[in-house]
């Protein structure tokens, strides 16, 4: 069965509260005999998110069409992952360009009045190997240094950086947890704000109920699409 992909905008994610976690799938914990207590892992873990979003007429219309074409359960939604604590992605390109894209270098943007998708990124400088719990990147761009807690993709696998260390060359290397789940190369970009592929628990979540002054307040759970 093909699922369709849909992408979430940046400009849609008008959240008041936000949760980003990983999953690590272990069964209740059980106490033995001798008073220890055993955990076992029987999935592989992945990312959940949580948001609770404020959406008011346009943005209530524009979230709606894309609840209907993802069908429920079957869509996959290709979503960046929202997080100021870790990337501030409005602080660094501004509203404006969040808002409506960055426009072609003439100043013109698509027929549809938006530009390309706001997107920082740093560039990978070694290669690594699934499995790998450490990658290396490099950036010349002092807002772009990578920050203990920040949450990255590359591929649309997200990690979390558990550690940052400056190689004094301009590059970083950075102490990822999950450990990579797809091989990276050298060149390869590696997003600043990560952006993952989810899918939802049941065909009704997110739906945009709105009131009188046609203002959503609306929430959803996303989980990690693993098979891909």
Not at 76 to 104: A, C, E, H, N, T
Not at 185 to 212: Q, W
Request: glycine share 8%; charged share 20%; with cysteine.
């Amino acid at each position: 069965m093909n699922r369709p992909t849909i992408t979430i905008p940046f400009s849609l994610l008008k959240a008041t509260s936000i949760e980003w976690d990983i999953d690590w799938r272990g069964q209740p914990p059980s106490d033995r005999t001798d008073g220890s207590t055993q955990v076992v892992f029987n999935a592989f873990p992945r990312w959940v998110g949580s948001l609770d979003l404020r959406l008011t007429r346009d943005f209530v219309r524009h979230w709606r069409a894309l609840h209907w074409a993802a069908q429920g359960r079957v869509g996959i939604y290709q979503i960046p992952m929202f997080d100021p604590v870790g990337f501030d992605q409005v602080g660094y390109f501004g509203k404006s360009y969040v808002r409506s894209g960055v426009p072609f270098s003439s100043g013109q943007r698509f027929s549809s009045g938006y530009g390309f998708a706001a997107n920082a990124t740093v560039e990978a400088s070694a290669p690594a190997s699934i499995g790998a719990s450490e990658i290396t990147v490099k950036t010349t761009d002092a807002d772009l240094v990578p920050r203990v807690g920040q949450i990255m993709s590359a591929n649309d696998w997200p990690m979390g950086i558990t550690s940052v260390t400056d190689n004094g060359d301009d590059t970083y290397t950075l102490g990822i947890q999950m450990p990579l789940r797809a091989a990276i190369s050298s060149g390869d970009l590696v997003r600043c704000m990560a952006r993952g592929l989810f899918e939802v628990a049941n065909d009704r979540e997110g739906s945009p109920v709105y009131d009188i002054r046609k203002l959503s307040e609306t929430s959803i759970t996303f989980r990690e699409v693993l098979s891909r």
